[in-house]
């Protein structure tokens, strides 16, 4: 096999319940996932070394070097199986970068099936799931897509059923949040609830299909750490509810934000209202649920 290209999608947090900060600096997270359908690709090559290139709108954004969650990824797999990750990655890169969607964390997931393929070390999907915990909070859920509640540092999941599609617009915003500074001001703002957990009606609304229902229950409780680092994200919020989103907010800790809508033809005229509102830099549609990291050619 000479290359191997893995699509991967994005993720939107449906409810993202924070507890306060752990003495190693993490917090207990009840983490209800959705992988939405807007998607990097990674395609590995044979290479002299390892190398990582990024082609898309925001690829001047991305870290070339070994920081690269991409790179961490091949790094981890060929250590495990004794072997030197000289390997080309590629990643055509449609998530936004820095924008609260896990797209970083969908390259290493989307790497790591990559070169488990090019280099046919044949890893365990447990194997596999151990290496993204490893990797960070959100890559697991990256690997597995679908729907899925994620607890402790939100690296543990378990999957949850969805009983239909879900329509949603979501604005990307000029500019990052830094992860860590929104969590670094969520504990400036506030405790944290004492044990988050998953809410019930959350999970009977994903088990619904029904956006109506959703709508009601969709939570996340680093939006007021996002808002109080960037104001400007609640005008780009009352756009969208104006526009006639059945929900607005941060996804995860923004600065993208999401807007959930009726059906297919909402979310297109919503997208419209966004973009011509001036108050982010696009607005893009796009379902959920979406499969996990899944190689496409190779
Ligand atoms: P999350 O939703 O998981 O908090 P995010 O979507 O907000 O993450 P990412 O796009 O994953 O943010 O990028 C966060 C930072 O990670 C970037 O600013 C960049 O420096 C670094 N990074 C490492 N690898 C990648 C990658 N493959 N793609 C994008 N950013 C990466």
């Known amino acids: 096999m000479t290359a191997v290209a893995v699509r991967v999608p994005a993720k939107v947090n449906v409810q993202l319940a924070v507890g ?7 917090h207990d997270l009840a983490n209800v996932f959705l992988a939405v359908g807007l998607y990097d690709e990674v395609t590995a090559t044979r290479a002299d070394s390892l190398r990582i290139t990024c082609s898309g709108p925001d690829a001047d954004k991305v870290p070339l070097d070994r920081t690269n969650l991409a790179a961490r990824a091949a790094e981890l797999l060929a250590a495990r199986y004794g072997l030197v990750p000289d390997v080309h990655l590629h990643i055509a890169k449609d998530i936004p970068v820095a924008g609260g969607m896990a797209g970083g964390s969908a390259d290493g997931a989307a790497a790591l099936v990559a070169c488990d393929a090019l280099w046919g070390t044949g890893a365990s999907r447990a194997e596999l799931l151990d290496i993204c915990a490893e990797l960070g909070s959100d890559v697991p859920f990256s690997l597995v897509g679908g729907a899925a509640l994620g607890t402790g540092r939100g690296e543990k999941l378990t999957p949850l059923e969805v009983g239909g599609t879900f329509h949603w617009v979501f604005a990307a915003a000029d500019g990052g949040l830094s992860t860590p500074a929104v969590y670094r001001e969520f ?5 944290g609830a004492a044990a988050p957990s998953a809410s019930p009606a959350l999970l009977a609304a994903l088990r619904s299909g029904d956006p109506f229902e959703l709508a009601p229950v969709l939570t996340n409780d680093l939006q007021g750490a996002a808002l109080s680092l960037r104001p400007s994200l609640t005008e780009t919020l009352a756009v969208g509810t104006a526009g006639g989103a059945l929900a607005s907010l941060v996804s995860g800790s923004g600065p ?7 059906d297919e033809a909402s979310a297109r005229k919503l997208a419209d209202a966004l973009t011509a509102s001036g108050t982010c830099r696009t607005a893009r549609v796009a379902t959920s649920p979406a499969p996990g990291a899944t190689i496409v050619t190779g």
Request: aromatic content about 10%; overall charge neutral; cysteine-free.
């Open 20 to 26: 306060p900060a752990r003495p190693d600096g993490f």
């Open 187 to 191: 504990d400036r703002l506030t405790r």
């Open 256 to 262: 993208t934000t999401a807007f959930l809508a009726e």
